[in-house]
Nanobody, 115 residues
Framework: QVQLVESGGGLVQPGGSLRLSCAVS????????MGWYRQAPGKQRELVAQ???????RYAGSVKGRFTISRDNAKKQAYLQMNSLKPEDTALYYC?????????WGQGTQVTVSS
């Protein structure tokens, strides 16, 4: 069973930055499409950013230009650099690993943007 462990969440003021990390326990990390999703209270889970095995990326319109997704295949980790954070970015952020029919999720890390 592949396990995903997120870290890096916390409380930050508007305009601040955070970097989320996702460690994945698999020797096949490089083939997975890695994604970051978020879910705010009372809202559906939404895709924030995704990076493919060939490093193609896509972003939700609300975070484009502020967030950057990356991956390090040697370390088997994915990252989400979040800059210019806004209160509406407050949510539980989940890491996702997707390959063929294999679809794995982490437990989530809380990001709260508040003054």
């Amino acid at each position: 069973q592949v396990q995903l462990v997120e870290s890096g969440g916390g409380l930050v003021q508007p305009g601040g930055s955070l970097r989320l990390s996702c460690a994945v326990s698999t020797n096949f990390f490089s083939v997975y499409v890695m994604g970051w999703y978020r879910q705010a209270p009372g809202k559906q889970r939404e895709l924030v950013a995704q990076i493919t095995r060939d490093y193609s990326t896509r972003y939700a319109g609300s975070v484009k230009g502020r967030f950057t997704i990356s991956r390090d295949n040697a370390k088997k980790q994915a990252y989400l650099q979040m800059n210019s954070l806004k209160p509406e970015d407050t949510a539980l952020y989940y890491c996702n690993a997707l390959w063929d029919s294999r679809d794995y999720w982490g437990q989530g890390t809380q990001v709260t943007v508040s003054s």
